[in-house]
């Protein structure tokens, strides 16, 4: 399983990529929406992490940008401490789930994928 963290903070998404990693899981990380879809360009991702407030390119408009280019897209997951966007606005533009910060992506994970499907991946 491949993960990709837009997350303009350097502290928690470095947390986000260690919890990542205890799980066996693979992950990427950008620090905003520009960088986010310059790593769609070259790498396939089974899930993508995006923070809302960033520089350069917000989560919203990373999320707009992202399925206009890329349709396809793995399910994307917004985590957010504060938002000028409600939670129904960002499922309309194609976010697939929301979570507040802070979290634990173990937990999170727990939630969204079943725990033999979370292994499985866990593998590959």
Same mark, same amino acid.
């Given at each position: ?31 905003? =929406? ?20 960033? $520089? ?14 890329? $349709?396809?897209?793995? $399910?994307?997951?917004?985590?957010? =401490? ?11 533009? =194609? ?6 910060? $802070? ?22």
């Amino acid at each position: 399983m491949k993960v990709l963290i837009i997350e303009d903070h350097p502290v928690l998404r470095e947390l986000l990529i260690e919890q990542l990693k205890d799980l066996k899981i693979t992950s990427f990380a950008a620090s905003n =929406g520009i960088e986010g879809l310059s790593m769609l360009e070259t790498e396939i991702f089974d899930l993508i992490f995006v923070d809302v407030e960033m $520089p350069f390119m917000n989560g919203m408009d990373f999320i707009i940008n992202a399925k206009k280019k890329y $349709p396809n897209l793995p $399910p994307i997951h917004i985590m957010t =401490g504060h938002s000028p966007f409600s939670e129904e606005e960002f499922y309309q533009h =194609g976010a697939t789930g929301y979570v507040t910060k $802070p979290f634990f992506v173990s937990e999170y994970l727990e939630k969204i994928i079943p725990v033999e499907r979370l292994k499985d991946l866990a593998c590959e």
